[in-house]
């Protein structure tokens, strides 16, 4: 059974920190790609942040320069560190993680809420 758990939101004022992380179990962690969305209640799911299995990444232009995914493939988590937050990063966020033959898996999501 693959299960990914989000963890490490909460409630931040803006101008703070936050790391969220995501363990993966069941897959073979380290062969996904692995994927941060967030969602705003009645937008659509935004993606953020992409991690490669060889390590490269990719960021949207909303958080890219703040936030920093990294993974621990000894470990079967990818993190996401979010700096310099602001009101308008509060959101779900949500962990996916894609097999190169594009078969996806989804966390349940955490809640991140940035206080102005």
């Known amino acids: 059974q693959v299960q990914l758990v989000e963890s490490g939101g909460g409630l931040v004022q803006a101008g703070g920190s936050l790391r969220l992380s995501c363990a993966g179990s069941?897959?073979?962690?380290?062969?996904?790609?692995m994927r941060w969305h967030r969602q705003v209640p009645g937008k659509q799911r935004e993606l953020i942040a992409t991690?490669?299995?060889?390590?490269?990444?990719n960021y949207g232009d909303s958080v890219k320069g703040r936030f920093t995914i990294s993974r621990d493939n000894a470990k079967n988590t990818v993190s996401l560190q979010m700096n310099s937050l602001k009101p308008e990063d509060t959101a779900v966020y949500y962990c996916?993680?894609?097999?190169?033959?594009?078969?996806?898996?989804w966390g349940k999501g955490t809640l991140v809420t940035v206080s102005s």
């Open positions: 996916e993680a894609v097999s190169v033959y594009g078969v996806n898996y």
């Open positions: 069941g897959i073979v962690f380290n062969l996904y790609t």
């Open positions: 991690i490669t299995p060889g390590g490269n990444t």
